[in-house]
């Protein structure tokens, strides 16, 4: 069955520190990767999203990702992280012709 | 940004009640879905829906129904809620075609007491 792994569960960080969120997933198809947030009490936001041509990918608030095709990767960073930062963050996978399969969420607490 | 609107935003109700939540979407999406999702977890396919007249059930066994008669519209019904129903349950949509973006809804929190 086709799954996505989220690294950590919970990251807690101080503000100013780098930030890198792994995420793997279970699919030999075309895929198309996402990352999603989901600030306390609101509805989940694309952050950025990679379908074809660039690996690195770049998305709002400062945060890029990169996919790496053979370690079925597509890790999030941000160089720096806020406060403002703190949410929880959602990788997930639409395979071609199929529905979105989301990761279980890393929690990231930035601590002021 | 697609526009998601889901009522009601939170509901307190009584165990054996029935409840329906609504979904409606104003950018004719062809694909709707709805996600069960606790506090601080992952989110759960429970049905979706490819256009009219067509739902399907999700990955996670649920005990509600959902119906599509209109494109716009795709509410979630439970006919008699028991505790084990207390969650959020999200929407979201997905333009027709290959390699698009899925969008959410703000969310329906449920709690049945």
């Known amino acids: 069955a086709q799954s996505v792994s989220q690294h950590n569960h919970h990251v ?13 997933y279970s699919y030999g198809g075309t895929v ?9 009490g609101q509805h989940l936001q694309l952050l950025l999203k990679y ?10 608030k400062g945060f890029e990702a990169e996919f790496i095709k053979s ?16 949410a ?23 601590l002021p | 940004e697609a ?18 939540l609504e979904c409606s979407q104003t950018m004719g999406h062809d694909k709707m879905y709805w996600y069960q999702q606790d506090p601080g977890m992952e989110l759960h ?8 007249n067509s739902t399907e059930k999700g990955d996670l066994s649920s005990e509600s129904t959902v119906s599509r008669i209109r494109t716009e519209h795709f509410p979630l019904t439970l006919e008699s809620a028991r505790p084990s129903h207390t969650s959020q349950y999200l929407c979201a949509t ?6 698009n973006t899925i969008y959410f809804g703000e969310g329906s929190w449920l709690t049945v007491v």
Request: glycine share 12%.
């Open chain 1, 12 to 24: 807690i960080l101080s503000e100013a520190a780098s930030l890198e969120l792994g995420c793997n």
């Open chain 1, 32 to 40: 198309n990767l996402f990352w999603y947030v989901q600030y306390p």
């Open chain 1, 51 to 60: 379908f074809s041509g660039d690996p690195l990918v770049k998305g709002i």
């Open chain 1, 71 to 86: 370690k079925f990767s597509f890790n999030l960073r941000k160089p720096s992280v806020q406060w403002s930062d703190t």
């Open chain 1, 88 to 110: 929880e963050y959602f990788c997930a996978v639409n395979p071609y012709g199929q529905n979105f399969v989301f990761g279980p969420g890393t929690r990231l607490s930035v």
């Open chain 2, 3 to 20: 526009d998601i609107y889901q009522t009601p935003r939170y509901l307190v109700i009584g165990t054996g009640k029935k409840i329906t």
């Open chain 2, 45 to 52: 396919l429970i049905h979706y829906s490819y256009g009219v």
């Open chain 2, 94 to 99: 997905v333009p027709g075609g290959t390699g």
